[in-house]
């Protein structure tokens, strides 16, 4: 069972233009989202997260979009650039003891010139 | 200061073989997690240690999967018998106590023939 579900799979845009990549989850106990950032031969680096209690967290061009009611959450990339070029994870877990992340499928952003 | 290490970086077995893989967490870091990222797939949870026992190992496979972290620090991935479908990218995580974020290693690639 597939708690979160990401899309979409592959993303091409062009430098300059946004980013956009969501995420969905079932479970309602989660209560940390956090996107991560994979570039190839790497492990996941943390790029931002959010908990339930905001609707919206930026962080330089990075901006996550949360819909509690939805049981949605967003990533934007504004003025995407060539070295943004990654694979994203979103991400969710439950704070407690294990706090263990529960990932999307990933999607693979491509930012052209 | 250093992040997670992990060795080897690569890993080519033949079926039916014993690995071992190692995590070295980031200095202070009680909390160590192992996921298991097989090809176009987001990390899957395998096991998680708070200090040196294995609080939740819920997400190991079956039992030819072990893990260890005798001193409460370095952890190794035991995996018996090896068959094909256990090739993957195998990750190491380390968290601070009280904290979020899960930081990750580079992986260990493993290759069963």
Redesign the interface.
């Known amino acids: 069972q597939q708690q979160?579900k990401?899309s979409p799979q592959s993303l091409i845009v062009q430098k300059g233009g946004i980013s956009i990549i969501n995420c969905a989850y079932e479970n309602t106990a989660f209560d940390?989202f956090?996107w991560?950032q994979q570039f190839p031969?790497?492990?996941?680096?943390?790029l931002i997260?959010i908990r339930p209690d905001v609707s919206e967290k930026k962080e330089g061009r990075f901006t996550i979009s949360f819909n509690k009611s939805a049981k949605q959450f967003s990533l934007h990339i504004m003025d995407s650039q060539p070295g943004d070029s990654a694979t994203y994870?979103c991400?969710a877990s439950k704070?407690g003891?294990?706090?263990?992340?529960?990932?999307?499928?990933?999607t693979r952003l491509q930012v052209t010139l | 200061g250093a992040g997670v290490s992990q060795t080897p970086s690569n890993k080519v077995t033949e079926k039916g073989k014993y690995v071992e893989l190692r995590c070295d967490p980031i200095s202070g870091h009680t909390a160590l997690y192992w996921y298991r990222q097989s090809l176009g797939q987001g990390p899957e949870f395998l096991i998680y240690f708070q200090g040196t026992g294995a609080a939740d190992d819920s997400g190991l496979p079956n039992d030819r999967f072990f893990a260890v972290r005798p001193e409460g620090s370095v952890s190794t991935l035991k995996i018996q018998r090896t068959e094909r479908g256990d090739s993957a990218v195998y990750l190491c995580a380390s968290r601070l106590g009280g904290t979020d974020t899960q930081y990750f290693g580079p992986g260990t690639r493993l290759t069963v023939l």
């Open positions: 979160v990401q940390y956090p991560y031969g790497k492990g996941p680096a943390l997260a994870f991400a704070t003891t294990a706090s263990k992340l529960t990932f999307g499928t990933g």
